[in-house]
């Protein structure tokens, strides 16, 4: 078999190593991702003055988002490992986001 079905079967899993998880890991497909960040701007009013100054603060936090289809009936890609996506590892995934540390995401 040929095209498309074939290229979203040889797509790479996620995988999320918290740092502080004694090497426990979690592997995952996602459908959907974003990044976003801004910047932190301080705006300075003063009585009798019209407008503002503004300073730059720095950056915020980047906020990366991703959609992931914890459902029972979606098969594995031939480059991917993770076991049955529910309950097995959105139980995994769910303990290892309580302990809130950071780690690695790769994807």
Request: proline share 5%.
């Amino acid at each position: 078999m040929s095209g498309r079905h074939d290229q979203l079967a040889k797509l790479r899993e996620w995988e999320w190593a918290p740092d502080n998880a004694g090497g426990q890991t979690t592997k995952f497909p996602c459908t959907k991702m974003a990044m976003e960040f801004q910047h932190s701007i301080a705006k300075h009013q003063y009585f009798q003055a019209d407008g503002a100054s503004l300073e730059h603060t720095g950056r915020d936090a980047i906020v990366f988002t991703a959609e992931i289809p914890f459902y029972s009936s979606i098969v594995r890609g031939e480059n991917e490992s993770w076991q049955p996506l529910y309950p097995t590892e959105f139980r995994t995934f769910l303990t290892l986001a309580r302990q809130g540390d950071t780690g690695n995401l790769t994807h």
